[in-house]
């Protein structure tokens, strides 16, 4: 006698335990994608409060200050300073080491703000004018200051003393400097007890609603030299 066999007849649909294994799929892949938008946000936000902070900020127009003023400068006329209780003191290299790095906590930029000499035929500087004015960049506590005069008489008598303060603009680019365990925020290389006209600076500044820090390293090079 032959057996009839009635075909198995597979449901329509999904099953239960398909539906929940698709559903926890589903919830990770969700879950998963939301940590990494989650995650770039923050970082987005982390690196955007980090270029737009307070020291960020004084950073660049540090750098962009002190380099414009450089460029202008004599190189033939500037000078590093020490100060001790409001004194300046020309920052010179050490007895028997004419050539070496010299480091100071002010510097002293003379340069011109006035064009060339129009009466003269050949459009040269007066001979007898090294500079027009000066710029006088220093720390101050943890400070960082610029004091802008015209020049004579300069932000220093010759020699050393107190800085000038007649008919000077005091413009302060950072709080919250300090050296960063460094001499001083400036420096340059000597040759025969002269500088070279390239001077460095070096602070590190603390942004007082975060707490971070931001290393300013620049260097200002001095390229006029008048009269030759």
Known sequence: ????????????????VELLISSMVAVI??????LLLNGSSRAWLQTYQSV????????????AEF????????RACYFLYRINQGVFTPALPEAGHPDSVVSGAAVEFRYWDV????????????PAKPATAYALFYLDGHRLKVDYGSYPP????AGGGAKNTTGVTTVVL?????TGGAVGPFSHNTVANAGQGSVRLNVVLTDSSTGETTKV???ALLRNIWPR
Do not use: K, Q, Y
């Open 1 to 16: 006698m032959a057996e009839i066999r009635t075909p198995r007849v597979r449901p329509h649909g999904i099953a239960m």
């Open 29 to 34: 892949l969700v879950f998963t994608v939301g």
């Open 52 to 63: 737009h902070s307070g020291a960020s900020e004084d950073a660049e127009a540090i750098i």
């Open 67 to 74: 380099g414009s003023v450089g460029r202008r400068a004599n």
């Open 115 to 126: 064009p060339l000499d129009a009466s003269d035929s050949h459009n040269l500087m007066d």
């Open 154 to 157: 300069g932000a220093v008598p």
């Open 174 to 178: 950072a709080d919250n400097a300090d």
């Open 217 to 219: 390293m620049t260097t």
